[in-house]
């Protein structure tokens, strides 16, 4: 009756039922069983592009709408921006001589050139939990932080101090914040000057010239922290330090070799070639 119906032959339904899928359906099957595996180990929170970039790492080249489209079909998809906003209070003065040598440009063409620097709150049944991040504008890396109940500056100088620990060269260095009163502290300002590095702050009531740091805490919150109810302080230190440490830095320095691989590729011909 659905044959007649349909207008389609017996046989030609029988055969289709039992026809083996095809290699494109095959494949399909194959990448959604490791996009499967992909989202469930990132906590549900990878949507489409990241997705995409964390398949080609893998040595599996596929489009991004691909990616999208088998993602639709199994119901998954990535957690949501956030859209409120936060006004902070009142910004301080800029030391004598410093300025916004950054002037929003957060591109980066070489490591350890420009780094920016920022606090955010982590809320938790015990209380608040403050993480000031050091960011490297070329890999995106963290490659300083540290962790306090207080904002203090003794803090910031900390997550400076250990981004300092792991620099491999001695070339220039920006250093951008906002306005904070613990990056125009004295103390925060002498250990920039120790160790020659140029501060640059943003200007008075602009959260964009800060916007790559503020960008890097919206991806935390929306990737690890809005998935948890911290009941302590210990708690949430030690489900930060997973994030930063087992899955934002790995897959920022898988992206990054992937990077310079590509740019290895279309070099070693031209040279080759001249």
């Known amino acids: 009756m659905m044959c007649r119906c349909l207008e389609v032959s017996t046989s030609g339904f029988y055969g289709w039922v039992s026809r083996r899928p095809g290699p494109r359906a095959r494949a399909n099957t194959r990448v959604l069983e490791r996009i499967r595996e992909i989202h469930q180990d990132s906590g549900g ?22 990616v999208a489209r088998l993602m639709a079909t199994a119901g998954l998809q990535g957690w949501p921006r956030r859209r409120n906003r936060r006004f902070g209070g009142k ?43 050091v960011v490297d504008l070329y890999s995106k890396l963290v490659v300083g932080w540290a962790m306090h109940h207080r904002q203090d500056r003794h803090m910031v100088v900390r997550a400076v101090q250990m981004a300092l620990w792991q620099r491999q060269e001695d070339g220039a260095l920006i250093l951008h ?27 008075v009531g602009h959260c964009a010239d800060n916007a790559a740091c503020e960008g890097f805490f919206g991806l935390l919150k929306r990737e690890r922290v809005y998935h948890r109810n911290y009941r302590t302080r210990d708690e949430a230190r030690a489900d930060l330090f997973d994030y930063l440490e087992r899955f934002h830095n790995p897959r920022m320095r898988r992206r990054v070799a992937r990077i310079d691989q590509q740019f290895s590729d279309v070099v070693k011909p031209s040279v080759e070639t001249g």
Not at 45 to 66: C, K, T, W
Not at 93 to 117: M, Q
Request: charged share 25%; with cysteine.
């Open 45 to 66: 929170v990878i949507g489409a592009p990241r997705m995409q970039e964390d398949l080609v790492d893998a040595g599996e080249p596929i489009s991004l709408n691909r």
């Open 91 to 133: 910004p301080g003065t800029r030391p004598e001589g410093v300025t916004n040598h950054l002037a929003r440009d957060f591109n980066a063409n070489e490591p350890e050139t420009k780094w920016v620097t920022d606090i955010t709150e982590i809320a938790t049944l015990e209380g608040k939990l403050y993480l000031c991040v």
């Open 177 to 203: 914040s906002d306005r904070g009163g613990q990056f125009i502290s004295g103390d925060y300002q002498k250990f920039l000057g120790k160790h020659a590095l140029t501060c640059s702050m943003s200007a």
